[in-house]
T-cell receptor, first 115, second 113 residues
Framework: DGGITQSPKYLFRKEGQNVTLSCEQNLNHDAMYWYRQDPGQGLRLIYYSQIVNDFQKGDIAEGYSVSREKKESFPLTVTSAQKNPTAFYLC??????????????FGQGTRLTVV | AQTVTQSQPEMSVQEAETVTLSCTYDTSESNYYLFWYKQPPSRQMILVIRQEAYKQQNATENRFSVNFQKAAKSFSLKISDSQLGDTAMYFCAFTSGTYKYIFGTGTRLKVLA
């Protein structure tokens, strides 16, 4: 079945450490996204990528980094510069391009907790 | 800037009743799409319904329908014959082809038995 896989489901990080969240899709989508979800704030865009080897900052990119070396993969690194990283992180993908009528498909999320 | 606003943080409805969730948006684009997503306790985001801005006819998917008022920039979701499985967070979302999907802050809906 086609879909988006995020791993791990739960992640614990010590303060000062970098951590990488995995996102893989087999939908052959060009565009991929990372969102952060906090209570009462909805989904806020961290980074997005329209095509391989290209990505843009979203609304809250500070303290995060991404790469897009393969079409199916879009990992997110939460660096020690992110002051409040505890949150639920959602990865999504869409066909992109001129196909704006298609919805974004989501993974099951990763809950990151700083201990 | 494009924005999406959901002014109802929480709502409740009796089983089998009808409930309407509100959403307003702001954009200067003429061609765009609007979506309602459901996020149940499992936290998996599920598409409920979509609406193309150039279509005047309101979208319908089984018990879910929208009231799209383009001039007012309003996009409400009506759930008929509410079921316990409808209990979830509901997010309104917008895209205009800029490769970004913009989400509202969500409405937590609880269906009461």
């Amino acid at each position: 079945d086609g879909g988006i896989t995020q791993s791990p489901k739960y992640l614990f990080r010590k303060e000062g450490q970098n951590v990488t969240l995995s996102c893989e899709q087999n939908l052959n989508h060009d565009a991929m996204y990372w969102y952060r979800q906090d209570p009462g704030q909805g989904l806020r865009l961290i980074y997005y990528s329209q095509i391989v080897n290209d990505f843009q900052k979203g609304d809250i990119a500070e303290g995060y980094s991404v790469s897009r070396e393969k079409k199916e993969s879009f990992p997110l690194t939460v660096t020690s510069a992110q002051k409040n990283p505890t949150a639920f992180y959602l990865c999504a993908s869409s066909r992109g391009g001129v196909m704006i009528e298609t919805e974004a498909f989501f993974g099951q999320g990763t809950r990151l907790t700083v201990v | 800037a494009q924005t999406v606003t959901q002014s109802q943080p929480e709502m409740s409805v009796q089983e089998a009743e009808t409930v309407t969730l509100s959403c307003t948006y702001d954009t200067s684009e003429s061609n765009y799409y609007l979506f309602w997503y459901k996020q149940p306790p499992s936290r998996q985001m599920i598409l409920v319904i979509r609406q193309e801005a150039y279509k005047q006819q309101n979208a319908t998917e089984n018990r879910f329908s929208v009231n799209f008022q383009k001039a007012a920039k309003s996009f409400s979701l009506k759930i008929s014959d509410s079921q316990l499985g409808d209990t979830a967070m509901y997010f309104c979302a917008f895209t205009s082809g800029t490769y970004k999907y913009i989400f509202g802050t969500g409405t937590r809906l609880k269906v009461l038995a």
